[in-house]
């Protein structure tokens, strides 16, 4: 992050180039890169409405619908409780991204969060950055992506794996991917298209055999309306649940804001956003909503409960027999694969835009673009975590831990995005604003997030969470110290340790070989300051 260096009093007072205005107030004030010199460098913009809607679309299409469905019925105990959450996650996920789509239409650039925190929080200087940096890198892993595949494809194999194959399984996905983006970025590309598209395909499939049991045209299921009659029946009645299975269905839905992190290679960002977002996010939405009524007509809330991460399959073997269920299982293990493309694209250029930044440390290396024109440091940086994760937890509850582990301190980060964007209403009053979302609608979004901080503190009933047995309020504990450990990091490297050294953290623009601009902090001795 940091090279020691004297510079004499007629160097430029802050290190960096004149800033040259090319975009709003409020786009001028994030970091110390002129808006053109943020989105110089990489692949250039290749991506249109279809292949953004398709990034949105990959990114929310995963491992959550064929997965999820039953840790969440199995938390709040009935149906109509989880189909109401369903929709509930669905209406959070529309105001989350009204409120993103001003901030990405106010301030086209990659990175997502980190440019509006760093737009809405510009003191301490660096603060924000670092917390929202240490949050993504070490939580920005797809290791659950990875471990559905692994149990779709040993479901499909039809044999008993150990956990250690498993894991072998796992890693030699994340290899995969990884290998794919850093020497094949246009193979990637058009991979994560093809696996969009099987995914749909597969959804719409699921949906519409839910309506041909519903209609009573499948004989292995005598009653499926049983599910729907007292639908409310056996609902928990404490708060935890509720938030712990809303965390899963609001990662289920996550990706809305996938685009955002990659606004520097997208077409026209700002009309193409407004478009697919909406498009993408309505059709995941409803598809979402028809596949649970689906698994409902099939089996009963007690079965879904027990089917765990594979519900899809069991959907497709109690309606088609065993050999469906494998089959099931191979293209669920085909989406889960082409969701680890999708977020692995997309977080590591969120890593490429935290190195730019200098947040971290030897940002040329993470920075780097070589040699394809990909950010290969960025994929190597999301490898690692994903990696470690996958080597380190045990594969029991694993799955719904890392779920609710990635949530709580999304919810917080989210909760501060909006936070700021009321901010920058007040002070920031005539920035143009070509989206500008209804003020009540990020209020529900607001309060929705808030919900998600307070209640995974309340004691569930008998006192377990659903990741026995880990203590219920451990991942919120665990999610806290890891935006704790952010603030440390912040100030030992940007207050102690300048002030220990007696130096300060000067920038200082240093562009890579294809353009990329990159700014690294100098160590600059305190006797060199002007007067």
Known sequence: MTNSLSITPNDSKDGVQPRVSHG???????GNLTFDQYTTG???????????????VGRIIGTGIFSTPSAIVAGVGSVGASLMLWVLGLLISICGLCVWLEFACMIPRSGGEKVYLEAAYR??????????????????????GCIIFASNIVIAAGRVASEWEKRGIAIGVIVFVTVIHTFFPKVGVHGMNFFTVLKIVLLLFIVVTGWVVLGGGVSNVHNPHASFRDAFANSAQSGNPYATALFKVLNSYAGWSNAMYVLNEVKNPVRTIKIAGPLGLSLCGVLYLLANVAYFSAATPQEIAKSGTTVAAYFMGKVFGVAAKRALSVLVALSALGNVMTVTFAQARVNQELAKEGVIPVPRFWASNWPFGSPSAGLILHFIPSFIVIVAIPFGNAYNFILDLEGYPGSVINFLVVAGLFYLRHSEPDTPRPFKVWWPIAVFYMLGQAFQLVAPFLRPPGGKGDTPPLPYWLYCVVGIAVLLASVVYWFVWWVAAPKIGKYKLVPQNEPLADGTNVIVYHRVSKKFEDP
């Open 24 to 30: 709003t107030g409020v786009d001028e004030g994030i």
């Open 42 to 56: 990489g692949l250039g913009r290749h991506l249109g409405v279809v292949s953004t809607t398709f990034l949105i």
């Open 123 to 144: 003191r301490p200087k660096m603060l924000m950055t670092s917390v929202f940096a240490v949050q993504a890198i070490a939580l920005g892993f797809t290791a659950s």
